[in-house]
């Protein structure tokens, strides 16, 4: 198997290149939604309207919620109603929930996808995607493990141009991310509810207080202690929610007193406001600069990017706060975010993505697919290609190294996707010449375009090009 690879931009190339930032910065080009044309354009798709989300919405949690409490409700009416004529038909109705909610979970990966197909904001969906990997939360049960979507509606895609305090208190204290890092039981050691029950008392969980400093914030290397841990997670202790109003803080569970995290002392009473100090605090800390800066270079630039542009965008960060926008500008506007060869692989929904925006597949070959198809062209062929659709193996999100996905199965699985998926969802496939310079771009070396040319099948063709979108 060969792979194409970007070559390296000369001296002369290290300014803005309108393809280049398509394929470095969004998901590659399309033959129906003109390249961006600036920097600037860029960053005004992140802070102007979200115009993607208007025309392909997906429900917020807020909304989703009221699944959550229309469940709840009939389960309650079903124990109540055990034993009697009435207990099969509630049973139904919950099935017909949880049916609906599955089907809901497709419909909004369909929608993920055209975002990304047909949308000229595609820094912005790759920056979704970032942060959403970044802030990783999963249902675990129920009607939860269909909520990611709905999450990062609520907690992300609003937060994309403003500060990272400000999505880093959204993410932390959502109830996802509260069930998902086991936190909604967290009890204060000297708390009223522990002294209750002090024989099964087991201390305060600290799953959310150390993803908080080793994920979200200071990093794994961070300039923190098991102390501060322990002291984090007793301040988030009674950070919890309920099903009929979400977020929730219980005094009961809170531990009285302050906490002492990174040297500084929170909460001389129990409250949230306290929550959302520390985590402004974590927000603006340098270490937390260094890593925002250093996992945006790499995830955008290559796995060993350049040390100065590193510290360019941690400089950024810094001076503004973690104000978004600057940090972005600060990324782009650096030399080596150009003049870098684009080397860095594509994790398997990316490629996927990345090949059905140069396919330019229409809307309603998507959103006419029932479950049973999208599983059989995109869940099951993503799980060979090692990445099952929302669902990584821990809170630390998918990895970023190219060798995590290059791997004999998923490259095969790749190949497999691309020789056959194409040619299910489009009535004909294109012109393999045409194809080549809008899915890969003019510079494309002659090698690529003779294998084109060469291949026995329109179809092999197809599949060998979208196979350099690797």
């Known amino acids: 198997l060969w792979v194409y690879r970007q070559p390296e931009m000369s001296v002369a190339h290290m300014m803005f290149s309108p393809e280049f930032a398509e394929k470095r910065f969004g998901y590659g080009l399309s033959p129906d939604v003109p390249p961006v044309t600036s920097v600037e354009a860029m960053l005004d798709g992140v802070r102007g309207p979200d115009f993607l ?10 909304t989703f919620r009221a699944r959550m409490i229309e469940k709840k409700r009939a389960t309650k009416q079903r124990k109540k109603a055990r034993g009697t004529a009435d207990e099969r038909k509630i049973r139904k109705q919950i099935r017909l929930m949880q049916r609906d909610a599955r089907q ?3 419909r909004w990966f369909h929608q993920t996808l055209l975002r990304r197909i047909h949308g000229g904001q595609n ?3 790759r920056l979704t995607y970032f942060w959403g ?3 990783t939360a999963l249902g675990k049960q129920g ?3 269909r909520a990611t979507s709905p999450y990062l509606e609520e907690t992300v895609r609003p937060h994309l141009a403003g500060r990272f305090a400000d999505m880093l208190i959204a993410c932390v204290t959502h109830p996802l991310m509260v069930h998902y890092l086991d936190q909604e039981r967290s009890a204060g050691p000297n708390s009223l509810s522990a002294q209750k029950r002090k024989d099964k008392f087991k201390g305060a969980n600290e799953n959310l207080a150390r993803e908080v400093l080793e994920l979200h914030t200071l990093g794994v290397d961070g300039p923190y202690t098991q102390n501060d841990v322990r002291e984090l997670a007793e301040l988030f202790a009674g950070l919890t929610y309920k099903i009929e109003s979400g977020l929730h803080f219980r005094k009961n569970m809170a531990e009285p007193g302050a906490d002492e995290v990174l040297g500084r002392t929170y909460r001389e009473d129990e409250s949230l406001g306290a929550v959302h100090d520390v985590l402004h605090d974590l927000a603006i800390h340098p270490a937390t600069a260094a890593t925002v800066a250093r996992k945006l270079s790499i995830h955008f630039v290559s796995d060993t990017p350049d040390e100065a542009l590193i510290q360019h965008v941690e400089s950024a960060y810094l001076a503004s706060g973690g104000e978004f926008m600057p940090v972005y500008a600060a990324l782009l506007e650096h030399p080596s975010a150009w003049n870098t060869p684009a080397v860095n692989v594509k994790p398997p929904i990316e490629f996927v993505s990345s090949a059905l925006r140069a396919l330019a597949i229409p809307e309603v070959a998507l959103t006419e697919l029932n479950e049973k198809k999208t599983m059989a062209y995109f869940y099951a ?3 060979l290609m090692g990445q099952i659709w929302q669902k990584p193996d821990g809170p ?5 190294e190219d060798s995590a996905w290059i791997t004999p199965q998923g ?3 790749r190949l497999e996707w691309a020789a056959t998926v194409p040619a299910r969802l489009l009535n004909e496939l294109p012109d393999p010449p045409n194809f080549v310079d809008d899915a890969l771009g003019a510079d494309v070396p002659e090698r690529v375009r003779f294998a084109a040319r060469a291949a026995e099948s329109r179809n092999e063709a197809i599949a060998l090009v979208l196979a350099c979108l690797l």
């Open 53 to 62: 989300q208007q025309q392909y919405p997906i429900e917020p949690f807020s």
């Open 143 to 145: 009607l939860l493990r």
């Open 104 to 106: 809901a979970k497709v």
């Open 123 to 125: 820094f912005r969906e």
């Open 133 to 135: 990997d970044h802030f």
């Open 396 to 400: 630390d999100g998918w990895p970023e």
């Open 411 to 413: 490259l095969a699985a």
């Open 381 to 383: 062929p993503l799980r």
